[in-house]
């Protein structure tokens, strides 16, 4: 059983765990409905308990929750449960900066303020999944405030949303998203166009990029070496592929094993095969 400090609306309340010390926030339809301070709660399956322990900042979660309108909870719980429903298990002590991003999202809206990301299109591909659980975000946001959030918006909570899936902070999966971009770039000037990015060779080379330094990241190393075959076969590619990985070493500052390269030339190859043939 807990015992409420705060009732914060409907479906939310701040509570102790009878004879604790410890603080949680309890988010479950009507769980804190009509309920008063020092009131007992026992919560169903169907509630999530959230501990304002955790993290490095317990202090800093404490206010923020009590400082923010509580559905901007309830809608980064919503979002969860989706992430949990298509993913399995999720971090969800990523739902308080979430539900801060959201309702900072909310206070640009009003204001008129746009936020510009430049990886927006690159989130999409390389988090297709997430970008579309976060989609739920400009759902409920349309429901509750009556605002429609943009693209660049939802591409922000769908980096917490792979955050909290792939125990991965959402400045590093940002990180990543900027590194593949750049290598992207590198790959279209060598062509000297644009790669179409509804390609499939397009959808498979930006994920190889973003495994490859999800790789990196973790020191996990490939087994089967193709390095010679593929230089000899396709010398171009192989070039280029040498210069986007030693690239990427320097930008993630991460030690990239030569055995990538090979690998990478290949998904180049398949892309300057599609582009020479329009």
Sequence with gaps: MYRVTKALNHNAVLAIEKDGTKEYLILGKGIGFGKKVSEYISPTKDCHIYSLQNGQEPQNTKALIRNMNPKYLEIANAILDKAEKEFGAVDRSILFPMADHISFAVKRM???????????????????????????????????????????????????????????????????????RECISMIEQDIGKNIDVQTISYNRLMNHIKYMAARALTN??????????????????????????????????????????????????????????E
């Design 220 to 277: 996990e190393e490939l087994k089967l070496n193709m390095n010679d075959y593929i230089a000899q076969q396709f010398p171009n590619s192989f070039r280029v592929a040498t210069t986007v990985c030693n690239h990427l070493e320097h930008h993630l500052k991460v030690h990239l094993p030569d055995i990538e390269i090979g690998y990478l030339a290949m998904h180049i190859e398949r892309v300057y095969a599609e582009q020479t043939t």
């Design 110 to 180: 009003q204001k008129g303020e746009e936020i510009s990301n430049p990886l927006t299109q690159d989130i999409q591909v390389l988090f297709y999944k997430e970008y579309k659980i976060a989609m739920l975000a400009k759902e409920l946001l349309e429901e509750s405030d009556h605002i429609i959030i943009d693209e660049h918006e939802i591409g922000y909570i769908a980096l917490h949303v792979h955050s909290s899936i792939c125990d991965e902070k959402v400045s590093n999966a940002m990180q990543i998203a900027a590194a593949v």
